[in-house]
């Protein structure tokens, strides 16, 4: 018998019929509209993950490359990273801290708290010449996704904003969450028993991550097209979710 809070199967539901968003745009607004086309409902318990980029485009976090003004800590980083300077100053605007730099990579601090590549600032999916910051307040932005999907939809449902990071010791990027709302971002399971009755002492679940990463199977990387996934089938249980209980403190981070 499974426990409450888990299920058996998933469905991964990629919304496309997504026109390029623009600032201004109502995502909430365009995503029933998808929905629509593509003649599909929401259910209740559905999670909906966003990519970042539709999030920050409707937000007006893209920057044109030719406005950028470049400081000399850009400059030297630039030439020790073989990096655009005028990117590597939209990264430092963004950061509270550099990790690492390498050859074509900076590992930074954001000042979300997250620590990813360059800050998450990226030139695909978005015209030559610009460049996409990550959203300014991706869980404030989940929560109002959150608040008008289900005022419009009498569903309840979950919100997730997922972008690709890589991980520590591992090549490759993955969706991971930087915005959760309506179900918690850290499943702890300290206290359940094993199948041989041995009792859970450390593992926590990062299940925002897992189904971000699922929804990135569907949605892609480059012209795939499907900027949103509905996750349906999913057990959690309803909280008031928030990306921050998946951040380390600096004290408990083995990898700083």
């Known amino acids: 018998m499974k426990k409450k809070g888990f299920t058996d199967h ?11 968003v623009k600032e201004g745009d109502d995502l909430t607004d365009l995503f029933f509209k998808a929905l629509e086309e593509k003649r599909e409902k929401l259910e209740d318990g559905d999670a909906i993950v966003f990519t970042s980029k539709i999030i920050s485009k409707s937000e007006g976090r893209v920057v044109d490359l030719s406005g950028v003004k470049i400081g ?38 954001t000042k979300h708290g997250f620590v990813c590549a360059n800050a998450g600032v990226d030139e695909s999916n978005v015209e030559e010449g610009k460049a996409v910051l990550l959203p300014e307040d991706p869980q404030r932005s989940a929560s109002r996704l959150k608040k008008e999907i289900e005022e419009r939809s009498g569903e309840e449902i979950s919100v997730l904003i997922s972008d690709s990071f890589g991980r520590a010791f591992r090549d490759g990027v993955t969706g991971i969450c930087i915005g959760v709302s309506g179900i918690t971002a850290l499943l702890d399971r300290r206290g359940e028993e094993d199948r041989f009755g041995k009792i859970a002492r450390i593992t926590k679940e990062a299940v925002a ?26 057990k959690l249980k309803r909280s008031e979710g928030d990306i921050k209980e998946v951040l380390f403190n600096r004290e408990d981070d083995l990898f700083r």
């Open 10 to 20: 998933l469905e991964i539901i990629g919304i496309d019929h997504f026109p390029e």
């Open 72 to 109: 000399s800590d850009a400059e030297r980083i630039a030439k020790e990273t073989d990096k655009d300077p005028r990117i590597v100053q939209l990264i430092l605007n963004e950061t509270k801290e550099i990790v690492r730099t390498e050859k074509n990579i900076i590992l930074v601090e």
């Open 209 to 234: 991550d897992e189904i971000c990463a699922a929804a990135n199977l569907v949605i892609g990387e480059f012209k795939e097209g499907i900027p949103i996934a509905i996750v349906r089938g999913l």
